[in-house]
């Protein structure tokens, strides 16, 4: 398989072992997943947490717009660059930020 045969859309990368995918995932706090990203396994994982933030919609109980920011945000050191730190923490986030994992 040519990597330049494959379309933009299959998120197809390189490794070392060969061509990767990686599966993003923002989960709830019991592990279901709220949103999931395809993207090609040598990009890094930091690149893709506006990406996740921006397809978040948490579903109300009552009527109304589904909700765009969660309670808390967790992750790990992947995700504990400046550039992810600084939004979370003006968001309604008090302390769940990636760095205190």
């Known amino acids: 398989m040519n ?3 494959e379309p933009d859309d299959h998120a197809i ?10 599966i993003h ?10 949103v999931l990203l395809v993207a090609p396994g040598q990009g890094g994982d ?6 996740l933030m921006d397809h978040l919609k948490i579903k109300r109980a009552g009527p109304g717009r589904p909700r765009t ?6 992750g790990d050191k992947a ?3 400046r550039a992810i730190r600084g939004p979370v923490a ?9 760095a205190t994992i």
Do not use: E, N, Q
């Open 90 to 98: 003006r968001s309604r986030d008090p302390g769940g930020h990636p």
């Open 46 to 51: 930091a690149p893709m947490f506006t990406h």
């Open 79 to 81: 995700y504990s660059s």
């Open 69 to 74: 920011r969660p309670d808390r945000v967790r």
């Open 3 to 5: 990597l330049f045969d």
């Open 13 to 22: 990368g390189r490794s070392r072992g060969g061509l990767s995918t990686k």
């Open 25 to 34: 995932a923002l989960v709830d706090g019991k592990g279901r997943p709220l």
